[in-house]
């Protein structure tokens, strides 16, 4: 597979705190965000609470300033909502739906109530979600409850993997016999109406089939853009190629963006994502996929094969 190597990720996601609400200092944080800004990235994602960091306002003001597109995800915490008033409107807000899922139900009414909270206070949030492992049928209720409530953007974005976690198994993470389940599931009750929802799904092989029932379009897709078109920024300042891809490339408090992604470290993940998973040979559609996400299959997929989580076999 062939991919030209940018000299600096487009899109990077950026974790401002950690589980332990660890975080950097503003200084810090300032530090990281005019790199990227001076770096030319184009679009950062500002996830794991962020809005409980201090320096929120201030670091979001530097990458506005510096010609990046500023998305901002938010659990639904009160605490968060009360600096909400605050943000620049420019900012692209997100509301995670994991806190309005129990096991495989969805709490509409919460979430509607998050939603409304939002509105009130001049915001038009989108929906973001990370399904776990039998959870994939909650798709269809979260695209039924935008329907209802004139949420526009839903978004399932790469599963996240936690550089300091030793839970590489993937246990938590759907796999195969979840696609398996769920295509089933689609072929039997199909997808709810989405009229004018846009539709955005990070995996290529669940994508495939939310496509044909729920319409949307992809762009080109060149196979696994970890360490190239993208990036992801831990709590600690550590930069990696994704956030399905636990391995440190470098640290932002220490060096630039642009040194980091021409470091060794960073041409070893394109290497390896350049070599064809065993268990891709002879794949009439690897053409279409080069293997999927490399970085689930290198730290969670236990048979070796080194393909994407949700594909099941050769074709």
């Known amino acids: 597979m062939a991919v030209d ?62 010609g990046c597109q500023v998305s901002l995800v938010t659990d639904g915490d009160t605490q968060q909502f009360s600096r909400l008033d605050e943000l620049p409107r420019e900012v692209n807000l ?19 109530a998050q939603i409304q909270q939002l509105r009130s206070l001049r915001f038009a949030p989108s929906l973001l ?17 935008c329907e209802q409530n004139g949420v526009t953007r839903f978004k399932l974005p790469n599963q996240k993997i936690d550089v300091s976690s030793e839970a590489f198994a993937g246990r938590f993470l759907p796999d195969c016999g ?9 072929t039997q009750s199909g997808c ?17 089939l939310l496509q044909p029932l729920c319409g949307g379009e992809r762009i080109e897709y060149g196979g696994c853009q970890a360490a190239n078109s993208l990036g992801h920024i831990n709590a ?19 060096d630039n963006l642009l040194d980091l992604w021409q470091t060794r470290a960073r041409l070893d993940v394109r290497q390896q994502i350049d070599f064809v998973p065993v268990g891709c040979d002879d794949c009439r559609d690897y053409s279409i996929c080069f293997g999927g996400c490399r970085g689930l299959a290198t730290f969670c997929r236990n048979d070796g094969l080194g393909r994407d989580l949700l594909c099941a076999d050769r074709r």
Request: hydrophobic letters at 45%; charged letters at 15%; proline letters at 6%.
């Open 178 to 186: 979840d696609l398996k389940q769920f295509s089933a599931l689609l």
């Open 236 to 254: 600690q300042g550590q930069l990696l190629p994704c956030s399905s891809w636990p391995q440190p490339l470098g640290n932002m408090l220490s």
């Open 129 to 145: 979600w990370l399904p776990r492992s039998g959870q994939l049928p909650l798709i269809l209720d979260f695209i039924e409850f």
């Open 5 to 66: 190597l940018l000299d600096a990720p487009l899109r990077v996601s950026w974790d401002l705190l950690s589980a332990t609400d660890a975080c950097l200092t503003s200084t810090q944080l300032l530090k990281i965000a005019t790199d990227l800004t001076e770096s030319g990235v184009f679009f950062v994602t500002l996830d794991n609470r962020p809005l409980n960091h201090p320096a929120i306002l201030q670091v979001v003001q530097v990458l506005l300033d510096g």
């Open 192 to 208: 709810p109406q989405k009229n004018a929802l846009q539709l955005e799904v990070h995996d290529l092989f669940l994508w495939e």
């Open 94 to 112: 997100f509301l995670d739906g994991a806190g309005s899922v129990a096991g495989n139900r969805l709490d509409r009414l919460k979430l509607s």
